[in-house]
């Protein structure tokens, strides 16, 4: 079992930075891959970024990628996703995930934390 609490959201304007972490118990996180979604008001949640235990292999949508950079830290069972440039299309809440396989698909992840809003004014 795997809980995970996201932090680091907030108010920003378009250009700005931040950085999301995504705290989690237990001494499984090291070998679970994880992800990175949000989801919009109105819209489905969709894939961000994501990287396998080791943080040899990342992905991220077309959307993340140049701007968004995902990482962790297994000796301090925490994920990151640093944001640059950011945008107000990229306001929405943001998830992390872990599950067996670092995808873009929802469904194939197990744990989920409770979001942290981002908010990317004009």
């Known amino acids: 079992q795997v809980q995970l609490v996201e932090s680091g959201g907030g108010l920003v304007q378009a250009g700005g930075s931040l950085r999301l972490s995504c705290a989690a118990s237990?001494?499984?996180?090291?070998?679970?891959?994880m992800g990175w979604f949000r989801q919009a008001p109105g819209k489905e949640r969709e894939f961000v970024s994501a990287l396998n235990w080791s943080g040899s292999n990342t992905y991220y949508s077309d959307s993340a990628k140049g701007r968004f950079t995902i990482s962790r830290d297994n000796a301090k069972n925490t994920l990151y996703l640093q944001m640059n440039s950011l945008k107000p299309e990229d306001t929405a809440v943001y998830y992390c995930a872990g599950g067996r396989v670092a995808t873009s698909r929802v469904a194939a992840y197990d744990y989920w934390g409770r979001g942290t809003q981002v908010t990317v004014s004009s």
């Open positions: 237990g001494r499984a996180f090291s070998s679970h891959s």
